[in-house]
């Protein structure tokens, strides 16, 4: 066997084509998972909004960008319209989540983002989620956020000041998520009561 | 210009900058590529290679803005392909180890990558992932990147993170196996 034999061997089925399904999968899961973590979208020298972006300073747009913030978090909070989950990051959740539990057809439990790496936690591909209200819960440990969008009625486990949390959550009939665990308790009246005490909790059940 | 038409070098940039149609064309385009490449480093495993494949593009994701414009876009992504192919490799050894035991007691209900070829009468293709499951993991590397993928000793060196000289040395210790082997084919 010669060389050129070895290499023509090797090299014939070099564009090997995937299976479709497992194509689009991952083809959504990588878009997806990009539109979670992308950089603001700025602008670069592609841009055809390039000229009209960068008409002022970036420090006159950035002094200018703060004050309008400011302004708009001053007015929600007097009025009393500002809490956890604000429109658009509420929306967001919601959009993330609807992908995804399409995209796993029902079989989605939980999506938990912790410093911009996202985890897509699965049913088994033969037991049929329960599919109870969607829920949004916010752990604050340490300054960091991890994000868990799950639905109630699902056993979640997420990992917090380096140890493993696990809880099933639930929300009441009066609409209040309760996470239950061995080693936490929440209920959004009394607080937390958890081994990390430390941790801030903050939940919100998601209207989808 | 439309997407399809730029350069790798140019849409990862764009990627790198947010730009979401940019980093669909960059996967569009790469994404059969990435899965032959890891179809052959798992001997042919079709549900290895598109888990390889499918963690090969969520970490594209999550990293292509830090993609830094000194080399060649394909050298970079091919990083990233060695990389979790190795990782593959290693929890495979590990998940074998422990699922030994439990393999001798179990009947094999679904047909091995193996059988299936062996059906569809592809010995061709059989005899390609036999060839390339009895290398070193480290002449598979190299002969992956270099006879499948025409890659050269150049670039296939920078994408393993070794000298040139190796790669070279890597691919002739392969190829003296594989006339050993095949020495009558």
Redesign the interface.
């Known amino acids: ?1 010669d ?1 050129d ?3 023509s ?11 479709a399904a ?2 689009k ?3 959504s ?3 997806v ?3 979670v ?6 602008p ?1 020298e ?2 055809p909004h390039h000229a009209v972006v960068h008409r002022g300073s970036p420090l006159r747009v950035a002094f200018l960008t703060a004050l309008v913030i400011c302004l708009f978090l001053g007015v929600a909070w007097q009025r009393g319209h500002l809490h956890f989950g604000e429109a658009p990051r509420e929306q967001r959740e919601k959009v993330l989540l609807a992908e995804f539990n399409q995209l796993f057809e029902g079989r989605l439990q939980a999506v938990i983002s912790t410093g ?2 996202t985890q897509i936690v699965l049913a088994p591909a033969d037991a049929a989620a329960p599919r109870g209200q969607p829920v949004l819960i916010r752990f604050t440990d340490k300054g960091k956020d991890i994000d868990v969008m799950s639905f109630s009625g699902q056993t979640v486990q997420v990992q917090l000041d380096g140890r493993d949390l696990v809880f099933d959550t639930l929300v009441n009939g009066e609409g209040r998520v309760i996470l239950a665990g061995e080693k936490v308790f929440w209920d959004g009246s009394k607080g937390a009561v958890t081994d990390a005490p430390a941790v801030k909790i903050r939940t919100e059940v998601l209207e989808m | 210009m439309a997407l399809d038409d730029e350069d790798d070098e140019t849409l990862a940039h764009r990627a790198a900058a947010g730009d979401d149609g940019a980093f669909d064309a960059l996967a569009n385009r790469h994404i059969d590529r990435v899965y032959a490449i890891a179809l052959k480093w798992c001997s042919g495993n079709k549900a290895d290679a598109e888990d390889i494949t499918q963690e090969v593009f969520l970490k594209l994701a999550r990293n292509i803005h830090h993609y830094k414009p000194a080399g060649r876009f394909t050298t970079w992504l091919y990083q990233v392909v060695v990389n979790e192919a190795r990782d593959s490799h290693r929890r495979e050894k590990s998940r074998r180890t422990r699922e030994t035991a439990y393999e001798k007691e179990t009947p094999k209900n679904a047909p091995s990558t193996e059988e299936l070829l062996e059906k569809q009468a592809d010995k061709r293709m059989l005899a390609l992932y036999d060839m390339l499951k009895r290398l070193s993991p480290e002449q598979r590397e190299a002969v992956v990147l270099v006879f499948c993928h025409g890659m050269s000793h150049r670039d296939a060196a920078k994408v393993l993170g070794c000298a040139e000289k190796t790669v070279t040395w890597r691919l002739f210790e392969a190829k003296k196996k594989l006339r050993e082997w095949y020495g009558n084919g």
């Open positions: 066997m060389d034999k070895i290499i061997l090797f090299g014939e089925d070099r564009d090997v084509k995937m299976d497992a194509r999968r991952i083809l899961l990588a878009a998972e990009y539109s973590v992308k950089p603001n979208r700025r670069t592609f841009s911009g790496q």
